[in-house]
């Protein structure tokens, strides 16, 4: 028979090694029914919208996805962001009191990035570069 359908070419499913790194960054699971096909639509996804974040930055302390409006980078730490909510309570060290999750060093600076505009240019050489050192350090962990 032949495929009416065109070939789809990802690089996440080059080898079984890289789809297992995408699924465990991205924290697919299959052990249960309900799991198993939140993370297949999920890799079908990004299978049929191969622009979209393979990596999605998380806040540090609320971990919640940061994908519009204000993204708080830290200048000193590899791999530290904030959304637009958590930001001043954790740099003033208003939340530092109740979890220490919420604490950062007062020291550090932080340079916010407009998510909305970086979506719209396709995404600075910065973005790139620091999305690139991020799945390299995830490399680095998982081996």
Known sequence: TIDKDRLQESEVL?????????????HFQFDELRRAKHSTMMILFHLHNP???KFVQQCGACYREITCGIKYHCNQCNNFDLCSDCF???TT??????????SHDRSHTFTPVDMDKEK?????????EERTR???MHLELLA
């Open 14 to 26: 080059d080898s079984r090694q890289q789809f297992l790194n995408y699924c465990q960054t991205n």
């Open 51 to 53: 622009n979209a974040p």
């Open 88 to 90: 001043r309570p954790v």
């Open 93 to 102: 060290g208003l939340w530092a009191q109740r979890d220490a999750r919420f």
């Open 120 to 128: 719209r240019a396709g995404g600075s050489q910065k973005s790139r």
């Open 134 to 136: 991020a799945i390299k």
